[in-house]
Structure formats: C-alpha cells, structure tokens
C-alpha cells in the first residue's frame, strides 16, 4: 500500500488562474480531508469529504472547493489564485477511529 | 475556540540528553490529541495518539486534562529524532487543528 498519494508533487500557476489538486487515500480509509501549510505554520484545515459529500469546512473562502469520488479519492479546486495562497497542499486520509495519515503535499506556487 | 499551543519554534539538545516538548490545548470537550513528525523531506507522519498511550521511538506523552497540556518526552535523544514536531487536537469527525510546530535539533 503506497498510502495517501497526491498530484502533482508542484505547481506553479499566475494570479487569476485556477488549479486542480488530487488524493489517493490510503486503502481502507474513506475520508479525505485537505489542509493548508504556509511557510513556517502549522497545517491549516481547509475542509473535509466523507461519502462524497462535504462534511466539514474551515476558515476558507468560496475560492476553495472540493469533490469526492466514489473509489474516495478526491480533487480540491481554488479559483481565482491570489499570491497568498502560495502554500504546501497536503490531503490526509483517515476512517471511523483510525487516525489521519498525511500524503506528501502538492507545493503550490502563485506568482 | 479550540487551539493548539506549542511556546518552542525550536528545541537544542544534546544527544543522550532528555527531550520535552511542550504542547498545551484549549477545547470545550474531551480531546483527542495526537503527536506528528515530519522528518527532513518526508511527509507528515503519526509519531503517538493519546488514546493508544503507546512510545514509539521512545518517545512518550501524557494527556493532563487538569494543565490542558500533552507534552512529548524521550529520556535520551537521539540525532535521527531531528525533525518538525506537530502537537495536533483531533475534532469531531478527524478535523485537527495543529500547533505551529517545533524544531527539534540534536546535536552529537
């Protein structure tokens, strides 16, 4: 089992611009989760898909937008990029009582 | 609100030295707390979860709900525990919110 895998690894996309992320979870998990790292802070939770609905959001605008599909993986979209969303994307993946498990991230760099 | 508080960005010590890193909580219910490590250049990865009260790596951390504290300790550091440590409160439905983090530097 790879575990969580995410594409692609980086990114570089202009101001305006629209980008597509995606996650694999781990097999056997059924929840994907998408968080935000800016340089030097924590993971920032961004929202949350459980059968193929959005079940929990954070403190994110409209911008960010997310789907699930029925094999649990999952796509976070962002419009109309700012510079500020420049940032480690990371998708974790999870199920009822196991713990979330952390893909490798999509670097994402707006210029 | 529920908030993550680690006060270190970055712990030095020694190698064989003991290592405590500090992580205090804010949360209105019964929180599950988790410890993440992220190694130079790997991902994000689960080091302990409270309610397992296992010691991975040597590693050990107690819950005190009295402190709101769930620090992480290891009696003798060793220089492959270098890395970002992540105190992290799980909400309902796995949602975490984490602290920002500390760098653990051990030095031979």
């Not at chain 1, 980086?10 to 996650?23: D, E, F, N, S």
């Not at chain 2, 993440?36 to 397992?52: D, E, G, K, N, T």
């Amino acid at each position: 089992d790879a575990g969580v895998t995410q594409s692609p690894t980086h990114l570089i996309k202009t101001r305006g611009q629209q980008v597509t992320l995606r996650c694999s979870p781990k097999s056997g998990h059924d929840t994907v989760s998408w968080y935000q790292q800016a340089l030097g802070q924590g993971p920032q939770f961004i929202f949350q898909y459980y059968e193929e609905e959005e079940r929990q959001r954070g403190n994110f605008p409209d911008r960010f937008s997310g789907h699930q599909f029925p094999n649990y993986s999952s796509e976070l979209n962002v419009n109309a990029l700012l510079l500020g969303d420049s940032a480690l994307y990371l998708c974790a993946s999870s199920s009822f009582l196991q713990a979330a498990r952390f893909g490798p991230g999509t670097r994402l760099t707006v210029t | 609100a529920q908030r993550v508080t680690q006060p270190e960005k970055l712990l030095s010590v020694f190698k064989g030295a003991p290592v405590e890193l500090k992580c205090n909580y804010s949360y209105s219910g019964s929180p599950e707390l988790f410890w993440y490590v992220q190694y130079s250049r790997q991902r994000l990865q689960l080091l302990l979860r409270h309610i397992s009260r296992e010691s991975i790596k040597g590693f050990t951390a107690d819950l005190n709900k009295g402190e709101t504290s769930f620090h992480l300790k290891k009696p003798f550091a060793q220089e492959e525990d270098s890395a970002m440590y992540y105190c992290a409160l799980g909400e309902y439905g796995n949602k975490l919110v984490f602290g920002a983090g500390t760098i653990l530097r051990v030095k031979s």
